[in-house]
């Protein structure tokens, strides 16, 4: 009974010894993984880790032109437009005295009464004097014109032109009736009349004083609130 007492202490000193050896093994096993190593066992890296790096966004070149600068738009000065058969730039006869105004190159005379219906109102180019006129009627809108500056004709009569090249241009020209009983083809002054579009409304009024032309204007084929 004593002998098996002392096998049975000595069993189990042994199984403690061995249980301690294992476990001093396991620990030095652990201790011996390289760092930056991972066990099979080891918990998953972060997916923000593993997310593929964010591409960047190029830089625009500095010498790349700017898109929020505004193109400039040209325009012809008025002094330089056209006068055609029956408009200069915008201004076109018939036209009412809201869409001249919308253009911003008129001004209406100053101490005139409010348009009506058959009411003529004077007005003139913006930048000029009230002598660069024109004049509306409430009912048919713009019914005269008047031209300044370089304002030509697209067949070049303007101010200083002769009276040579008036005929040339527009052949079958006639003279406004004011009294002067001169024939026609020896005129040397007044309103000459020249209708290049039939049907347009509008015609040209050419004042010439000494064989050279004075003014261009725009009138209506509709008589009134001019002479």
């Given at each position: 009974?004593?002998?098996?007492a002392?096998?049975?202490?000595?069993?189990?000193?042994?199984?403690l010894?061995a249980?301690?050896?294992?476990?001093?093994?396991?620990?030095?096993?652990?201790?011996?993984?390289?760092?930056g190593?991972?066990?099979?066992t080891?918990?998953?890296?972060?997916?923000?880790?593993?997310?593929?790096?964010?591409?960047p966004?190029?830089?625009?070149?500095?010498?790349?032109?700017?898109?929020?600068?505004?193109?400039?738009?040209?325009?012809?000065d008025?002094?330089?437009?056209?006068?055609?058969p029956?408009?200069?730039?915008?201004l076109?006869?018939?036209?009412?005295?809201r869409?001249?105004?919308?253009?911003?190159?008129?001004v209406?005379?100053?101490?005139?009464?409010?348009?009506?219906?058959e009411?003529?109102?004077?007005?003139?180019?913006k930048?000029?004097?009230?002598?660069v006129?024109?004049?509306?009627?409430?009912?048919?809108?713009?019914?005269?014109?008047?031209?300044?500056?370089?304002?030509?004709?697209?067949?070049g009569?303007?101010?200083?032109?002769?009276?040579?090249?008036?005929?040339?241009?527009?052949p079958?020209?006639?003279?406004?009736?004011?009294?002067?009983?001169?024939?026609?083809?020896?005129?040397?002054?007044?309103?000459?009349?020249?209708?290049?579009?039939?049907?347009d409304?509008?015609?040209y009024?050419?004042?010439?004083?000494?064989?050279?032309v004075?003014?261009?204007?725009?009138?209506?084929?509709?008589?009134?609130?001019?002479?």
């Open positions: 009974m004593h002998r098996l002392q096998v049975f202490g000595a069993t189990t000193l042994v199984a010894v249980a301690c050896s294992n476990n001093t093994t396991q620990h030095e096993d652990a201790a011996a993984v390289p760092a190593l991972t066990s099979s080891a918990a998953p890296a972060d997916s923000a880790n593993d997310a593929p790096a964010a591409t966004t190029p830089r625009a070149s500095a010498s790349a032109s700017p898109t929020s600068q505004p193109v400039k738009a040209t325009h012809t008025p002094a330089d437009l056209n006068i055609h029956d408009h200069i730039g915008p076109k006869i018939g036209m009412s005295l869409a001249a105004k919308a253009t911003g190159l008129i209406v005379n100053a101490g005139q009464e409010t348009p009506g219906p009411t003529c109102v004077a007005a003139h180019w930048g000029q004097s009230d002598r006129w024109m004049v509306f009627n409430g009912k048919y809108g713009l019914r005269a014109l008047d031209s300044f500056g370089d304002q030509k004709t697209p067949e009569i303007k101010p200083g032109s002769t009276l040579a090249a008036v005929r040339r241009a527009y079958h020209l006639t003279w406004r009736i004011d009294g002067d009983e001169t024939p026609d083809a020896q005129r040397t002054g007044g309103d000459a009349l020249v209708d290049v579009v039939k049907g409304g509008a015609h009024r050419i004042n010439v004083q000494k064989g050279k004075t003014d261009v204007q725009l009138e209506s084929d509709r008589t009134g609130c001019y002479e």
